[in-house]
């Protein structure tokens, strides 16, 4: 399989100390010899390969240095790509790495699509398809969690799992094949429903056990959709600041300050808060904070965690009843605010109406209960739950759908068994399993869904 030189930046634009235009391809070591000067004056040609060498960048046509650089060396396949790759590292300026790039273009290179560098890494067969998706949700991890599911998916760790499936299910078929294509054979032992059946509640278990880890696994990759809510001045903009450890949305002791819906991330013991923080929900006249009272009702059916904020000063509300009414049947966590002042609320009638939802009293004013809340969260989604180093988690909705669908079929099998049916029809469901396990790691994919799945990515990654 042969491919053209790319490049691209692959360092974030902006100011910064230093940046990297990469080349990969046959002619990634000639291109940059046209423009490199090194200090000991021997081509990059001629060098070993994994060394970093100082020098400047020509300008072929005027002659004149362009830029001052350290250029690392690697040639294939010992690469990411496994072709020859060639990393320009120049000042992080944006003339400066643009002059640079310009330049590696003009000398035969072309600009490289979005991930197209790992792209190559899975065409090469560096890496299979579920480790080049890792590298993305590596790049987009918000918190150490998140963080260590994909390292762990780009060691390989899910790979290594789906392969032993695949595998075991593949010993099944080819027995199969041999006793309907070669009947004749009697030194080979006829699979019958008896010896099929534990092989597949093996591989059925081993997909369950994975499937388990989804819900964990989805959230560390893409965070949970947690919405603040409670009548207004209430406290939830300063739960939102406290949590952030940053004064985000303006407090005061006015109602309705909060007009539209505040947006932030933040990890709370290693759980990634897509944080919103809502308009209080009230009835009104006025015209704005009207809307932003619909959009904060909107985005609560969307949430997956409620943070419902009351005020521990106050007597309970037709709103505040109204509010457990409207989160019933979801995951909340109450949360009784402003502790430093007289108690008004009725503790137990709160507590009658959170049912069995953790509720947490706070001062904020005070920072206190911030904890035992941040705790509270984490216990929900993580309780007893295997360290994600220690674990192989799915995370990766693709994935979970692809997972679905083989434990489906590897069901369909055991029934197909257990009821009877012959061995041969069985085996339509024991494929189809296989199939789809193989569509994990790209091993039967479309290329549709491969130039799908790297456009997501970041120029020169």
Known sequence: MEFDTIAAISTPMGEGAIAIVRLSGNEA??????????????????????TIHY??????????????????????????????????????????????????????????????????????GRIDLSQAEAVIDLIRAKTDRAMNVALGQMEGR????????????????????????YPEYDDVEEMTHTMLLPKAHYVREELNKL???????????????????GRPNVGKSSLLNSLVQENKAIVTD?????????????NVRGVPLRLLDTAGIRETEDIVERIGVERSRQVLKEADLILLVLNYSD???KEDENLFEAVNGMDVIVIVNKTDLPQQIDMDRVKELAKDHKVVTTSLLEDR?????????????????????????????????????????????????????????????????????????????????????????????
Request: hydrophobic share 40%; aromatic share 4%; with cysteine.
């Open 315 to 317: 007597q309970l509300t």
């Open 211 to 229: 499937l388990q880890t989804s819900q964990q696994g989805k959230i560390l990759r893409e965070g949970l959709s947690t919405v603040i809510v």
């Open 55 to 124: 020098g400047h960048i020509i300008d072929p046509k005027s002659g004149q240095v362009a830029e001052e650089v350290m250029i690392s060396l690697m040639k294939g396949p010992k690469t990411f790509t496994k072709e020859d790759v060639v990393e320009i590292n120049c000042h992080g300026g944006l003339v400066s790495v643009n002059r640079v790039l310009q330049l590696v273009l003009n000398g035969g290179a072309r600009l490289a699509e979005p991930g197209e560098f790992t792209k190559r890494a899975f065409l090469n």
């Open 158 to 181: 899910l790979s290594k799992l789906i392969r032993r499936l695949r595998q075991e299910i593949l010993e099944i078929l080819a027995h199969i094949e041999v006793n309907i294509d």
């Open 369 to 461: 209960g911030v904890d035992e809340l941040e705790e509270a969260i984490s216990a929900l989604f993580f309780a007893g739950s295997i360290e994600a180093k220690d674990a192989t988690y799915v995370s990766n909705t693709r994935h979970i759908a692809l997972l679905n669908q083989s434990s489906r079929a590897i069901e369909e099998a055991i029934e197909g068994v257990e009821i009877g049916t012959p061995i041969d029809i069985v085996q339509i469901d024991l494929t189809r399993t296989w199939e789809l396990l193989g569509e994990i790691i790209g091993d039967s994919v479309h290329e549709s869904l491969i130039d799908q799945l790297f456009s997501q990515f970041c120029l020169g990654k």
């Open 254 to 266: 006015i109602p309705g300050t909060t007009r539209d819906v505040i947006e932030e991330y933040v």
């Open 29 to 50: 070591v000639p291109i940059a010899d046209k423009l490199f000067r090194s200090v000991s004056g021997k081509k990059l040609a001629e060098m070993s390969s994994h």
